[in-house]
């Protein structure tokens, strides 16, 4: 009877889990592990089943490096009488069959300087005639945006606008005509954007036709799915590559006439017209006589071709002063875009972490031309979620009853013939143009027997997994071994604590991006960012977060730190060794040299999980947060590499600081100090301690008032120790200060209104 009742209790749990993954292919619930094991399996077979052949029917004009540094082109943007004879080039030179932009013309294009002549012949040349004369004969010359109008009603161009997902809501710039009004509750459910970003609207009126160019980006940061259409307020928009396939099917349909786009068909299961919101569920999209699958929401996973660069790219450059031959672009879909790293289109993909977006929709437009050495398009069938819940709670009940009652050798041949078949089928159907979720599937047979098998090691590891989940990305490894050992103590539920908390920036990263090519900027940023994180969990730090090429860390949570103010200052002091050596290495490539600046701040801050429904991060919040976030800038004014105020000072025993000034920051009331640490006692040389004594009598006198003393210790110090920021800042302020004499009850404080 004991014997029996140890096997019920696993065998109920393995019942539920397999129900729970059941809900989870229904829709009903969501496991975090199985959408990431979906995609890992779409994404292994989208690389195993390329096409042996490049697509050669769409063409990308690249907007690339060298187009940026000609001087015939210039930097972007460009103005429009350049893009109108670009065009022209295009169309009337190399004969191509239709223009798409991945760009967004949101601005009047003043560099021609027309407004302004226009206001001089308004006010201050009102009563000259000759001035208005010569000015009517330039104007149209001068009127870019007028010719770019004009280009777009002389040819087949496609604009292209972005929507915003989420909770943006910021409107610019004009949208295009709806492709379809939605009913007030249509069944289809699309996916919906409250916010977008468009094109003037003088462009939208005459452009031919328009279609966003916003893909889905999944969880895991890569772009998988474009909405073929998009939802907003009452209307309906339709996508660029789609727009763009419309317009090659009306010109194709045309021969000479008059060029109409065919309305949109939408189809249900059994290949009959429907209309969003008559109850019926659309599957399919007709476009040019092609049934095209549609996703329950309405996007159509990209049928990627390959790698990056997989179409023909031709510079802008090249193509402006002639040197492309015609025959390529002769009768064809070009899509203008950018790979130029500084204009920001470079997207991660299944395929590639550093992909054009551009070429996300050469995709889309090729496979939906059905062009034969185009990636062929598939989708998930829309009764896929009853057969994946079913086939589930079957195969996965079989599962816990061979492990539950028969050996593990026969129980174990059951479940890889399960898995087996299960892979099959997916193949056999991947072949034919669809893709099944089979991650329940796998999970529920999978899962209950190794829980059956192995019960109590399963629990254990189950707890470990969750709570390495929570803060593995955070805290060192074995921070994380330690507190997986008494996970009671831990929690990511908020609380107030004192903290201190560490920014850090890369000075000049504009400057370095331009310097460097995509792949050679994402391995200097990689490298950077990888030997800073593991100096900061070294130390015992919490690894916040990466913005940009910025990183934010803290110290005292989710592990208690008596000393987090000293372990955080001697990190930051480790992090700027390391540098060294990280710019020798550079050096050694031609990369540029790095440098960083820092900022620290120790005070009472909200630490815990926070964020939305969408995404949250375990992450710190309060006033001492944002202190340490503009002392960080102000590193920038002063010449310092880092920067922190008396509160983490006062925490740091064994430390030589050098005080630098008494600052108000933004939202501050209060003047706080700000010091730079020298370094720690013992290791400071006697020359170091020389100076800061000589720098402190520099500062003293500047607050005593005594400017011209302070000024010529300054010169002592900048003979004896070179020429530093700080003393020329000081300096600066002496000399403002003897040329306007300071009230008698000034105070040395510096006010910084923007940091």
């Known amino acids: 009877m004991k014997i029996k009742r140890q096997k019920i209790i696993p065998i109920c749990l393995a019942g539920v889990l397999v129900v729970l993954i059941t809900l989870d292919a229904l829709g009903t619930l969501k496991l975090p592990w199985i959408g990431g094991l979906n995609r890992f399996v779409y994404d292994t077979h989208l ?25 015939s082109l210039g930097r972007w943007p460009w103005n429009r009488a350049v893009l109108s004879e670009l065009m022209e080039k295009v169309f009337d030179e190399y004969d191509a069959k239709v223009v798409a932009f991945d760009v967004i013309f949101a601005e009047p294009d003043r560099s021609s300087g027309l407004a302004v002549l226009r206001d001089l012949a308004e006010k ?11 000015l009517s004969e330039i104007e149209g010359d001068l009127d870019y945006d007028g010719r770019f109008e004009e280009t777009l009603m002389s040819y087949p161009i496609i604009l292209g606008y972005y929507f915003a997902f989420g909770d943006l809501t910021q409107k610019a ?38 279609g966003h160019f916003s893909p889905i980006v999944d969880i895991d940061g890569l772009v998988r799915r474009v909405p073929m259409f998009v939802a907003h307020d009452d209307g309906l928009y339709q996508s660029l590559s789609l727009a763009t396939v419309r317009v090659v099917g009306a010109l194709d349909r045309s021969e000479g006439g008059a060029m109409k786009l065919e309305p949109l068909v939408f189809l249900d299961g059994a290949g009959r017209q429907v209309t969003p919101g008559d109850g019926s569920t659309i599957e399919r999209l007709l476009v040019d006589g092609r049934a095209v699958p549609l996703d329950r929401d309405g996007t159509l996973l990209v049928p990627y071709a390959g790698r990056g660069k997989s179409f023909k790219y031709v510079s802008a450059i090249d193509v402006f002063e002639g040197k492309v031959g015609k025959a390529e672009l002769e009768g064809k879909v070009v899509i203008v875009g950018t790979t130029a790293p500084g204009l920001l289109d470079l997207r991660a993909t299944p395929l590639d972490g550093i992909y054009p977006g551009v070429e996300v929709h050469a995709n889309l437009i090729s496979s939906l031309l059905g062009h034969p050495d185009s990636a062929q398009i598939r989708y998930t069938p829309h009764y896929a979620e009853v057969v994946l819940a079913t086939l ?18 026969v129980s174990g041949v059951a479940v890889l013939g399960i898995l087996g078949a299960t892979v099959g089928v997916h193949n056999y159907a991947w072949r034919a143009g669809e893709f099944w979720p089979i991650a329940q599937i796998l999970s529920a047979t999978l899962a209950v027997y190794v829980f059956l098998t192995l019960t109590n090691f399963y629990g254990e590891f189950k707890n470990k997994r969750q709570f390495t989940s929570l803060f593995g990305q955070y805290v060192p490894p074995e921070l994380v071994e330690m507190m997986a050992e008494d996970p009671e103590r831990y929690s ?43 100096i900061i969990r070294e130390n015992g730090g919490t690894l916040d977060k990466y913005i940009g090429d910025a990183i934010m860390a803290f110290w005292g949570a989710p592990i208690d730190d008596d ?33 960083i600046g820092v900022g620290l701040s120790t005070g009472p801050m909200s630490v815990g999980d926070m964020g939305s429904d969408v995404r949250r991060a375990y992450t710190v919040m309060g006033d001492a947060v944002n202190l340490g976030a503009r002392l960080e800038g102000l590193t920038r004014i002063y010449g310092t590499w880092m920067l922190l105020p008396e509160a983490t000072v006062s925490e740091c025993d064994g430390i030589i600081f050098r005080e630098i000034d008494c600052v108000k920051v933004k939202g501050k009331d ?32 500047y607050r005593g008032k005594d400017f011209n003393g302070c000024i010529a210790k300054l010169n002592d110090l900048t003979q004896r120790h070179g020429t ?10 002496c000399q403002r200060l003897l040329a306007d004499p300071p009230p008698h009850d000034w105070q040395a404080i510096t006010k910084f209104d923007t940091k």
């Open 724 to 733: 530093k920021t700080i003393y020329e800042w000081l300096g600066e302020q």
């Open 124 to 134: 201050q040349l009102a009563g000259s005639p000759e001035f208005k004369s010569a």
């Open 392 to 409: 589930t709670f079957l195969l996965g009940g079989l599962a816990l009853a061979t492990t539950a009652f028969l050996s593990p050798v």
């Open 563 to 595: 000393k987090h103010a000293k372990h955080a200052v001697l990190t930051a002091i480790a992090m700027i060794d390391e540098l060294h050596v990280l710019k020798a290495s550079f050096a050694e490539r031609g990369w540029p040299p790095l440098s």
């Open 670 to 701: 209060e003047p706080i100090k700000i010091y730079e640490p020298i370094g720690v006692e013992g290791e400071v040389t006697s020359d170091a301690i020389e100076e800061l004594e000589s720098w402190n009598q520099a500062l003293a006198g």
């Open 492 to 534: 990511m539920a908020g609380v107030k604590k004192q903290l201190t908390v560490l920014f850090s920036d890369v000075r000049g990263f504009t400057s370095i991006s331009e310097q460097l090519s995509p792949a050679d900027l994402s391995e200097y940023i990689n490298q950077y960012l990888s030997a800073m994180s593991r």
């Open 173 to 210: 710039g004009g949208l295009p005509p709806t492709a379809l009004t939605l009913p007030d509750r249509a069944s289809h459910q699309f996916v919906r954007a409250p916010g977008y970003g468009g094109n003037l609207e003088t462009f939208e009126e005459v452009a031919i036709a328009s």
């Open 47 to 71: 690389a195993l089943t390329l096409p042996p052949e490049k697509p050669r029917d769409v063409v990308v004009l690249d907007i690339d490096e060298r187009s940026l540094a000609s001087p």
